[in-house]
């Protein structure tokens, strides 16, 4: 099993940008799928963004398609979030996670490792 490692979150200014880093462990996380998921205050913790092992098929939750866009490079087990115009209603803990056997990419149930976190804060 993979390990995962969250890092790139920081305050911004609404309509600004944050590129966001998951960093994993193990050999075989090119094997896995990967998402990203956050959790605002109060909230519970939605989809964002999931793509498959090889790079190719992406997955966006609605409120961030056209804005978020997520890659991987297997050759140095990370992955990664690009927000672009970021909106206050952004603001979120953002958790990558990674899974082996993944179908329903928007369900956080399908994954088997997540990283601890990184604080993303948009202000207005």
């Known amino acids: 099993q993979v390990q995962l490692v969250e890092s790139g979150g920081g305050l911004v200014q609404a309509g600004g940008s944050l590129r966001l880093s998951c960093a994993a462990s193990?050999?075989?996380?090119?094997?896995?799928?990967m998402g990203w998921f956050r959790q605002a205050p109060g909230k519970e913790r939605e989809f964002v963004a999931a793509i498959r092992w090889s790079g190719v098929t992406t997955y966006y939750a609605d409120s961030v398609k056209g804005r978020f866009t997520i890659s991987r490079d297997n050759a140095k087990n990370t992955g990664y979030l690009q927000m672009n115009s970021l909106k206050p209603e952004d603001t979120a803990v953002y958790y990558c996670a990674a899974g082996r056997t993944v179908v329903a990419f928007g369900s956080s149930y399908e994954y088997d490792a997540w990283g601890q976190g990184t604080q993303v804060t948009v202000s207005s």
């Open positions: 193990g050999r075989t996380f090119s094997s896995y799928a």
